[in-house]
T-cell receptor, first 112, second 113 residues
Framework: GEQVEQLPSILRVQEGSSASINCSYEDSASNYFPWYKQEPGENPKLIIDIRSNMERKQIQELIVLLDKKAKRFSLHITDTQPGDSAMYFCAARSTNAYKVIFGKGTHLHVLP | DMKVTQMPRYLIKRMGENVLLECGQDMSHETMYWYRQDPGLGLQLIYISYDVDSNSEGDIPKGYRVSRKKREHFSLILDSAKTNQTSVYFC????????????FGSGTRLLVI
């Protein structure tokens, strides 16, 4: 199994509130989990990642949680701003794997 | 500044014409990829290249072929383009190590009419 499921597909939040995106993976050998942000008309860009030896990682307003037992990981954006509106992709990669498996994306809308 | 460069940025072709999408990277990455992105379908892997002349089909290779004669260049070819190949195509590269992420190009927006 190489699927990565990502939910929700569309997320609308009020400016200043938190946004959460959840992903699950099937391959128990997955050990690297990057998150990409894609703004309209642009390419996906890495914003944060977490490796399997960690359970939590934070970069400014971005928090990533990893539950290896449940094979789930999530992105939390605290104090959302209009500039956070974008498409977000989660992904998973296994040791010795040459590719990451992407989720189908979450379109985040931060409402003023 | 390390980057992946895609050419052209926009392209309009007629059905049945041949299409060549070019991608270059300056990071000496071994592994390169071609994806297409369509609304609601996310990023779909077309082909992966492990190094020069070492290519492998991805999840949706039908209708496409690739060429990698130099490590820094990876081309995607559509022989006889079809209207359902209208999409945004992204090239990416990776060092291939276990915990490395992708660097994406800016994308080529292809319209087949």
């Amino acid at each position: 199994g190489e699927q990565v499921e990502q939910l929700p597909s569309i997320l609308r939040v009020q400016e200043g509130s938190s946004a959460s995106i959840n992903c699950s993976y099937e391959d128990s050998a997955s050990n690297y989990f990057p998150w990409y942000k894609q703004e309209p008309g642009e390419n996906p860009k890495l914003i944060i990642d977490i490796r399997s030896n960690m359970e939590r990682k934070q970069i400014q307003e971005l928090i990533v949680l990893l539950d290896k037992k449940a094979k789930r990981f999530s992105l939390h954006i605290t104090d959302t701003q209009p500039g956070d509106s974008a498409m977000y992709f989660c992904a998973a990669r296994s040791t010795n794997a040459y590719k990451v498996i992407f989720g189908k994306g979450t379109h985040l809308h931060v409402l003023p | 500044d390390m980057k992946v460069t895609q050419m052209p940025r926009y392209l309009i072709k007629r059905m049945g014409e041949n299409v060549l999408l070019e991608c270059g990277q300056d990071m000496s990455h071994e592994t390169m990829y071609w994806y297409r992105q369509d609304p609601g379908l996310g990023l779909q892997l077309i082909y992966i290249s492990y190094d020069v002349d070492s290519n492998s089909e991805g999840d949706i290779p039908k209708g496409y072929r690739v060429s990698r004669k130099k490590r820094e260049h990876f081309s995607l070819i559509l022989d006889s383009a079809k209207t359902n190949q209208t999409s945004v195509y992204f090239c990416a590269s990776s060092s291939g190590s276990a915990n490395s992420d992708y660097t994406f190009g800016s994308g080529t927006r292809l319209l087949v009419i």
